[in-house]
């Protein structure tokens, strides 16, 4: 049966707006799209009709360790299908599933189990993965995080290349800090095998990163989090960032990892053509205050911060209510923060094929949000799986 999506507002994803779409859905898949003044709603067709809402792609999370109790790392079935369902019901249709710096032998156990899940086809309810993002091992120890220092890696191509072959060349990202020794050599070796890189958890100076930039880096991981700090006499990898319009800059906006006003700078200075919304979320996410795992350790959840030993551990953010906060932080119109959950990480990881595009032929995975850029519905594969389905 088909089905037929209208709304105030379509955001396309390829920087279009139409307004009131109408969007023709046959088997789960998008057949076209048009307006209600040019198109007859099909006789028999069940209509969901969203008129105060803009209707856009769902969500890409370009960085997620886990939610709803499981963590990618475990690479079960069970685990990333939970996960899904739980990130679809917010909106989020793809993913890549972020690893955490781990002994080598885990890490590449683990892409090797999420390489062949990729590959699998999934529950028709549920988000996908559709790549990986290492995150780790080769991050500096000056700023880890939480990832385990004993675990770090010097950058080597052999150990990259071992973790590339182990997930069957689904790795798109990876983050890396540019100044320790062998890291130049990394960046130019991934950025030819098609593998984005990101630079983070990083003290890099200007000059560093600036090198880095030269052998492919595209992209800042967590922006601000796990960074030197801005100096204006060494601007570093942040003043770098911000100032570089070449580059792409992930930002955890949850008011946690950052404040508002740093929201703001962040958008100013990254634009709609270049920021990147992600919620870097841990197993925590959607779950009860307490204790979760991270990877391979422990992280303690209480009042919306993840911790281990007191430092940030992930969040437990969603990328709706990233969206609802980029909205009131900056006072962004949505369909701004609609470019920088939808178009701008699938432009940065090269993912042309039906991720971020509300267009003929793609996969009907779409949202409804209204104009504080709260979820009305998430509507994956033509179905609703939250939110109210009016009309
Ligand atoms: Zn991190």
Redesign the pocket.
């Known amino acids: 049966m088909a089905t037929v999506i209208t709304a105030g507002k379509l955001f396309d994803g390829a920087g279009s707006m139409v307004e009131h779409p109408l969007v023709l859905v046959e088997d789960g898949r998008i057949a076209a799209v048009s307006t209600r003044e040019a198109s007859q709603t099909p006789v028999g067709a069940r209509v969901m009709d969203f008129p105060d809402a803009t209707l856009g792609p769902a969500f890409f999370d370009i960085h997620i360790h886990g939610a709803a109790g499981h963590d990618v790392m475990e690479a079960t079935p069970e685990a990333l299908e939970a996960m899904g369902k739980f990130l679809a019901a917010h909106g989020t249709g793809a993913f890549l599933a972020a690893t955490?710096t781990a002994p080598l032998d885990a890490t590449l156990r683990a892409v090797e189990g999420i390489a062949k899940l990729i590959a699998q086809p999934m529950d028709n309810s549920a988000a996908r993965p559709v790549g990986i993002h290492l995150?780790g091992p080769f991050l500096s120890h000056a700023k880890r995080?939480v990832?385990p220092a004993e675990h770090l890696l010097a950058p080597s191509i052999e150990t990259f290349d071992r973790l590339f072959d182990a997930a069957e060349g689904q790795v798109r990202l990876i983050?890396l800090a540019p100044e320790l020794p062998g890291a130049l050599e990394l960046a130019r070796h991934a950025t030819e095998r098609g593998v984005r890189v990101s630079m983070?958890?990083s003290d890099a100076t200007a000059a560093e990163t600036r090198a880095a930039i030269a052998v492919g880096a595209v992209s800042s991981?967590?922006t601000f989090?796990?960074m030197r700090a801005l100096d204006h006499q060494e601007p570093g990898i942040l003043g770098m960032v911000l100032s570089d319009d070449r580059l792409f800059a992930e930002l955890i906006c949850d008011g946690v990892h950052s404040r508002p006003e740093i929201a703001r700078l962040w958008w100013r200075a990254k634009g709609r053509e270049r920021a990147i919304l992600i919620t870097?979320a841990m197993s925590a996410t959607g779950m009860p205050d307490g204790e979760y795992r991270l990877g391979g350790f422990s992280v303690q959840v209480a009042k919306g911060r993840a911790t281990h030993d007191g430092v940030l551990a992930?969040s437990v953010l969603t990328l709706d209510r990233a969206l609802e906060n980029f909205v009131a932080f900056t006072g962004a119109e949505v369909e701004d923060g609609m470019h920088l959950l939808t178009t701008n990480p699938s432009a940065m990881i090269g993912l042309g094929d039906g991720v971020g595009r509300v267009a003929a032929g793609y996969e009907a995975n779409l949202v409804a949000v209204n104009a504080d850029g709260r979820l009305i519905a998430s509507i994956v594969r033509g179905q609703v799986v939250a939110g109210a389905a009016a009309g």
């Open positions: 955490v995150e995080g990832h983050t983070g958890h991981t967590h989090n796990a870097d992930g």
